[in-house]
């Protein structure tokens, strides 16, 4: 069954953090090695992963796009209230 995971975290370039979607609260740590693509932190996969191999792998190019621009966004917009804060 194909899951989708946030890409939390890459540990030494050896593991990948994951984070299971929707909610991220699950969490699998897997050598890169095992991952047939080549990913980065904050990609969104697509994976079937079954008795600990994956049979199936790909990045959700669309999903992983909107999920960025969302965080860049956030962080804007903690600049922009941040320096309104500012005085001098």
Sequence with gaps: M????????IINK???VLLERPDETSK????????PIKIHEGDIL????KD???LF???D??????????VQNLI?????NSSKDLKF
Excluded: C, M, P
């Design 14 to 16: 050896r593991f990948a």
């Design 57 to 59: 792998a790909e990045i």
């Design 52 to 54: 600990g191999a994956i």
């Design 76 to 80: 804007d917009d903690l600049k922009n």
């Design 28 to 35: 699998i740590d897997i050598k890169l090695s095992d991952i």
């Design 46 to 49: 697509k994976l079937d992963i």
């Design 61 to 70: 190019k669309e999903e992983t796009k909107k999920q960025r621009e969302e």
């Design 2 to 9: 194909i899951k989708k995971y946030t890409v939390d975290e």
